[in-house]
C-alpha cells in the first residue's frame, strides 16, 4: 500500500488568500448572471482536459444551433487561438480569452469579454474553459449550466481522481465512447463514477467523431426554451 501524506486542518497557508480571492470572484459571477438574464441570454461554461473534447463538441453544438440561435463562443486558453479559430470557421461571433499563466477563467474576465460584446444580438454563450480538471471547478463565471467533458481515453479513474469538478456540474459528457472497447474503459463505470460524486448530474454518452450523442446534449442543457431569432 502507497504511503499517504496530506494536510491536518489549518497547515493551507494560503487559505486566507484563496477565500478572499473566491468571495470576490462569487461577487463578479452574480453581476454577470444578472447581466445575462436582463439580456435573456443562456451562457454555459464547458470544462475538461486538454484533449477531451470540448472544442469539438462545441463545434457540434454550434453547427447544431446557429440556424436557430445567436451564438457567440468565449474560448479560454493560456496563450494561443488555435481552438477559437476552429470555432470561427463556422460563422459565429468568437471572443478570445488569453489567460497568461493563469489555468482557469474567472468571472473578472468573462465580465471583460461581456463588455466588449453586443449582447443584445445574442440568444446563447458557450463559454470554454481553459484545458483542467482542478481550477476550473472553484471558480464559477456566472453560468447558467456548468458542463464536464472527459473521455474515455483518459482512462477509468477520472473521476474518482477528480471529484471536486464533478460535484459542480449539471451536465457531465464522457466522450469517445466509440472507443470504449479499444481502451478498456467501460461507459457504465464513468456514469456510475459520477453519479456517486453527483447524483444530480445529467451524464450523456457522446462520440464527437460520429456526432453521437450531440442531441441528448442539448436535451440535457435545456436548449430548446431560448429566445429565438
Known sequence: MAKLVKHDEGEVFDIELEENILKANEDAAAKNRELLRKHGIKAIDIMGSIGSGKTSLIEL???????????????????????????????????????GKECHLDANLIAKALDGTNLD??????????????????????????????????GPYMVLKHPFIFMEADVVVINKIDLSQAMGVEFEKLRNDVNKVNAKAKVVGTSCRTGTGISEVVEALQIDNLRRQ
Open 61 to 99: 453544438l454550434v453547427q447544431k444551433l446557429k440556424g436557430k440561435y445567436r451564438i457567440a463562443v468565449f474560448n479560454g486558453d493560456l496563450t494561443t487561438t488555435i481552438d477559437a479559430d476552429r470555432v470561427a470557421r463556422h460563422g459565429v461571433e468568437v471572443v478570445q480569452i488569453n489567460t
Open 121 to 154: 444580438k445574442l440568444d446563447l454563450i458557450i463559454i470554454e474553459n481553459v484545458g483542467n480538471l482542478i481550477c476550473p471547478g472553484e471558480f464559477r463565471l456566472g453560468a447558467d449550466e456548468r458542463l464536464v467533458v472527459i473521455s474515455v481515453t483518459e
